[in-house]
T-cell receptor, first 110, second 117 residues
Framework: DAKTTQPPSMDCAEGRAANLPCNHS???????VYWYRQIHSQGPQYIIH???NNETNEMASLIITEDRKSSTLILPHATLRDTAVYYC???????????FGQGTRLTINP | NAGVTQTPKFQVLKTGQSMTLQCAQD?????MSWYRQDPGMGLRLIHY???????DQGEVPNGYNVSRSTTEDFPLRLLSAAPSQTSVYFC????????????????FGPGTRLTVL
C-alpha cells in the first residue's frame, strides 16, 4: 500500500470549511483513497473514499488531484463535534486491510 | 443492529496472565480484524479474517492468537500478557473484505482498554 503524508495538526474555526490535505505521491492505479476519523479514543469512523473522481456524501467531500498524488478532505461547515484525528489511507481494492498512519489532529475552535 | 461489540471495555492483567478479548458483529460481515492503538499512535493491524475458518497475520501478530469459528465472532487471545501489550484494542468488520467497493465500509467497535502490570 502507498504511504501517505498528513500534517500532524490543524485548527479551524467553527462554521468554516475545514480542508485536510493528504499526499500520496506513490499511489498506484488500483489504489483507493480512504478517510476515517477517530473522536477522542472511540473506534475510527468511516468518512468517505474515492478512486479518481471527486466524491461527496452527507459528511464530507473528497477532492483528488488529476495526477492522484494528493487529495483533500473537506468538511464544509465544521462543528465542535468534528474535532478528531483524521486518517488518510491508501489501499488497493484487492487488499484486505487498512494501514493507519499518524493522521491529522483537527481542532475546531468556537 | 448492535453493530460491532467488544467486551470487556476495560481490563487489568498481571504479567504472564492470559485472557480473551471478545468481538462480535451482527451485520453478517465476512471480514473482521483486530487492531491495537498505543498512546498517541495510529492503529496497527494484529490479525484479520476473511471468513469463518480463515485467519491471517497483520503487522504485529506476536503474542496474540485468533480463531474464526463463526461469522459473528472473532476473539483475540493474549497467550502470556506482557506490559508491552498495554494498549487499546479495536475490532472491526466489513462486507466482502474490500472486494466490492460499494460495500467496503469498515465498522469499528468501541475498543477494549487493556493494562498489563
Amino acid at each position: 500500500d502507498a504511504k501517505t503524508t498528513q500534517p500532524p495538526s490543524m485548527d479551524c474555526a467553527e462554521g468554516r470549511a475545514a480542508n485536510l490535505p493528504c499526499n500520496h505521491s506513490t499511489i498506484s492505479g488500483n489504489e483507493y483513497v480512504y478517510w476515517y476519523r477517530q473522536i477522542h479514543s472511540q473506534g475510527p469512523q468511516y468518512i468517505i473514499h474515492g478512486l479518481k473522481n471527486n466524491e461527496t456524501n452527507e459528511m464530507a467531500s473528497l477532492i483528488i488531484t488529476e495526477d492522484r498524488k494528493s487529495s483533500t478532505l473537506i468538511l464544509p461547515h465544521a462543528t465542535l463535534r468534528d474535532t478528531a484525528v483524521y486518517y488518510c489511507i491508501v489501499r488497493d481494492q484487492g487488499a484486505q486491510k487498512l494501514v493507519f498512519g499518524q493522521g491529522t489532529r483537527l481542532t475546531i475552535n468556537p | 443492529n448492535a453493530g460491532v461489540t467488544q467486551t470487556p471495555k476495560f481490563q487489568v492483567l498481571k504479567t504472564g496472565q492470559s485472557m480473551t478479548l471478545q468481538c462480535a458483529q451482527d451485520m453478517n460481515h465476512e471480514y473482521m480484524s483486530w487492531y491495537r492503538q498505543d498512546p498517541g499512535m495510529g492503529l496497527r493491524l494484529i490479525h484479520y479474517s476473511v471468513g469463518a475458518g480463515i485467519t491471517d497475520q497483520g503487522e504485529v501478530p506476536n503474542g496474540y492468537n485468533v480463531s474464526r469459528s463463526t461469522t459473528e465472532d472473532f476473539p483475540l487471545r493474549l497467550l502470556s500478557a506482557a506490559p508491552s501489550q498495554t494498549s487499546v484494542y479495536f475490532c472491526a468488520s466489513s462486507y466482502s473484505g474490500f472486494r466490492d467497493r460499494s460495500t467496503d465500509t469498515q465498522y469499528f467497535g468501541p475498543g477494549t482498554r487493556l493494562t498489563v502490570l
